[in-house]
Each structure stands twice: as structure tokens, then as C-alpha cells.
């Protein structure tokens, strides 16, 4: 998503026109982490097809009950749903989503270029994760194996019985 050195966030979003699928040792790890997952409510064009990676350069990897995080606990890679219409709305998809909150992103493409902002809803309205706007580019072809690299290996819901927010981080406030 991020193509420029000044981001804060950097990372890959995959877009495909069908379901990611997802190997069967990483089932378990998407399957939880995936924002798709409780957007059945939503009206996107392409459930599961997305999938992300992000990262914060300069920081070293941190997870939170085995999962890869950035920013107080935001999810680093998972699946998600996305959308695209060529009238004003543009390219809508979630990083984050659950019952009560979520955080997604509205974008523009253009010429291999997307521009966009964040924000968060529900519980998360407020929320921004220190993440304001996205500015991305084409690379080629969908490619998810990139998403399942990032992703741990094997990862089980045991991995969370200990989970807490680092204070490495948590986002300070302004």
C-alpha cells in the first residue's frame, strides 16, 4: 500500500476477482484474523479476495498471541472483502473488522496509482492507528502467496491466551 519512503506503514495489498484459498497449515491463523470474515452485512463484489501484509520499517516484528501486528494490535496480515465501482466511490476494502468496529480504506485508482483514507467504524470511529492516508501502486498480478509468507506458518487459538498490547505499540497521543 505504502510507495513512498516518508510511510509510516508500509505493506502489500492483494486484490484477485475470486476467494483466496488459503493453505491448509495458515487455515486456522486467516480464518480468525480475517476481516472478512464478519462483514457477511456488507455489500462488497469480492468476498475473501483481497489479502494484506503490513509492516512498520525501523521496527522490529512484534505479535500479539502469535499473530503479526502493527499498531496497538492492528492486524498485520489477513484476508478482507473489497469492492470497486468506476463511478466517485472508487475501491473500498477493511483491514480490520469485527461485530461492533471496523477500519477500512476508501481509494481512488488511477494510471496504476491508489490514493486513499483510512477510518475506522463503530467502536473504532475515533480510531485511526496512526494511519491517515494510503498511497499505493500496481506491481502485477495478484499474488496472495506474498500474504501467506508474512502470515505464521502454524498458528492455533491457544496462541491467545496471553495477549497483550506491547507498549512498543500503543499510539501516543497527540
Given at each position: ?29 486467516f480464518a480468525y484474523t480475517s476481516a472478512a470474515s464478519w462483514a457477511t452485512d456488507l455489500p462488497f ?52 473488522r469485527s461485530p461492533d468496529a471496523s477500519f477500512g480504506v476508501d481509494a481512488q485508482i488511477s494510471r ?63
Amino acid at each position: 500500500m505504502g510507495d513512498s519512503a516518508a510511510a509510516v506503514i508500509r505493506g502489500l495489498l492483494v486484490l484477485d476477482s475470486v476467494r483466496i484459498v488459503v493453505p491448509d497449515s495458515q487455515r486456522e491463523y486467516f480464518a480468525y484474523t480475517s476481516a472478512a470474515s464478519w462483514a457477511t452485512d456488507l455489500p462488497f463484489d469480492h468476498p475473501e479476495a483481497g489479502c494484506f501484509a503490513l509492516r512498520e520499517p525501523g521496527r522490529p516484528a512484534v505479535r500479539m498471541g502469535g499473530r503479526p501486528v502493527v499498531r496497538e494490535g492492528l492486524i498485520a496480515v489477513g484476508l478482507n472483502n473489497w469492492r470497486y465501482r468506476q463511478d466517485s466511490t472508487g475501491l473500498a476494502f477493511e483491514l480490520y473488522r469485527s461485530p461492533d468496529a471496523s477500519f477500512g480504506v476508501d481509494a481512488q485508482i488511477s494510471r496504476g496509482r491508489l490514493v486513499g483514507i483510512a477510518s475506522g467504524g463503530g467502536e473504532l470511529y475515533k480510531a485511526d492507528f496512526g494511519v491517515r492516508y494510503v498511497v499505493g501502486k500496481r506491481i502485477g498480478d495478484p499474488q496472495p502467496v506474498r500474504c501467506f509468507a508474512a502470515a505464521p506458518g502454524r498458528w492455533t487459538r491457544d496462541s491467545l491466551a496471553s495477549v497483550r498490547i506491547p507498549d512498543s505499540l500503543r499510539v501516543k497521543e497527540r
